[in-house]
């Protein structure tokens, strides 16, 4: 998605309600890459070149061309609908960020977990912080094109799910199906409501 025009730098008069969301998940499981990919503003980024001192602290399984990482946050913003805009902030997935986490969750209404299937049990802990925190959340699972595949139901068990917590499917580089997940987030946190009654943008 190319940078964001002037135009698209200020609110429509209609927007009624701002909304605060968190994007977690482990390390290199596309946090930054799904901001980027539905962020209507320049997203704000904070990654800096992985040197030596990552050697044995950052699992780079699978991920060989990966050479950046997020040390604070990532910073995005879209229009949902004509009444709703989302302020979206991209937490570092790895330990010793975590406390990070304390002031940026303040305020937030949902949190969306990205997960990689090649890389499951790098999860548990990002969801154990999470029920900590009691703040509700939704998981998408990044699409890689080695990605193990999984139903739902096995997915649920074997991240301990609750029966409501939606389980999406997506890919984060692409705008159409990030924007889905983040909807299927918004529709949880605030009722179930239809995707229509949040007239979400195509």
């Known amino acids: 998605m190319g940078s964001a025009g002037s135009s698209d730098r200020y609110l429509p008069d209609t927007v009624q309600q701002a909304a605060k969301i968190l ?22 980024r904070t990654e800096e070149v992985m040197t030596v001192a990552s050697v044995g602290i950052d699992d780079l399984a699978g991920m060989s061309t990966k050479s950046t990482t997020t040390v604070a946050m990532d910073f995005g913003r879209i229009t ?34 990205l997960i990689d299937t090649r890389r499951l049990e790098d999860s548990f802990d990002v969801l154990e912080q999470l029920e900590i925190r009691g703040l509700p959340f939704a998981v998408a699972v990044n699409q890689f094109p080695d990605s193990e595949q999984y139903s739902v139901d096995e997915l649920r068990g074997a991240l301990d799910l609750l029966p409501d917590t939606p389980i999406v499917s997506c890919d984060a580089r692409h705008y159409s199906s990030s924007v889905g997940s983040l909807v299927s987030l918004v529709e949880y946190v605030s009722g179930n409501r239809t995707a229509a009654a949040w007239e979400t943008t195509s």
């Open 23 to 44: 994007v977690v998940g482990a390390f290199g499981v596309g946090k930054t890459t799904l901001v980027g990919s539905v962020s209507e503003i320049e997203p704000l």
């Open 80 to 113: 949902l609908s004509s009444r709703l805009v989302l302020y979206l902030f991209g937490m570092p997935g790895q330990r010793r960020f975590w406390d990070l986490w304390e002031g940026l969750s303040e305020g937030a209404i949902g949190v969306l977990v």
